[in-house]
């Protein structure tokens, strides 16, 4: 099961915004860039928070491997969804060394960027 379309960053435009005008944070095998509610919509909106995933073929040359990398990330962030504030649009970039991980380093890992970003915080 996938996130939810409303979750769903697709546009192209809305990718560049996000790589232009947002935070980077990165860890070992994961780069986050995040974009604000507040740079994005001066008008406080209750936007759905978005994500979007970006693998390339750097990371593996089998789509199949590319592809269970994104749905374990993909169930990492329903887990971490409901503690995220509103209005984020999201893109997680995976870096090659991705390849060799499991569900459980996906989670820590995006749990971690996600504190230092201050999308979510810490306990």
């Known amino acids: 099961m996938g996130l939810p379309s409303k979750h769903r960053l697709k546009r192209r435009w809305d990718f ?3 790589y232009k005008q947002g ?4 860890s070992h095998y994961l780069i986050i860039r995040a974009l604000s509610p507040l ?8 936007v759905d928070t978005k994500i979007g995933i970006s ?8 789509a199949v491997v590319r592809n269970r990398i994104k749905r374990q990330i993909r169930s990492a ?13 999201i893109v997680i970039i995976v870096k ?11 989670l820590r890992e995006l749990e971690q960027l ?3 970003s201050e999308i979510i915080h810490g306990h």
Do not use: D, M
């Open 55 to 62: 693998i390339s073929r750097k990371v593996s040359k089998k």
């Open 23 to 26: 935070i980077r944070r990165s």
């Open 16 to 18: 560049k915004t996000v």
């Open 77 to 89: 962030f329903r887990c971490l969804l409901p503690n995220i504030s509103p209005g984020w649009f």
């Open 114 to 116: 996600l504190i230092r």
């Open 96 to 106: 090659p060394e991705a390849q060799e991980c499991n569900y459980e380093h996906f």
């Open 39 to 46: 740079t994005e919509n001066s008008v406080n909106q209750a």
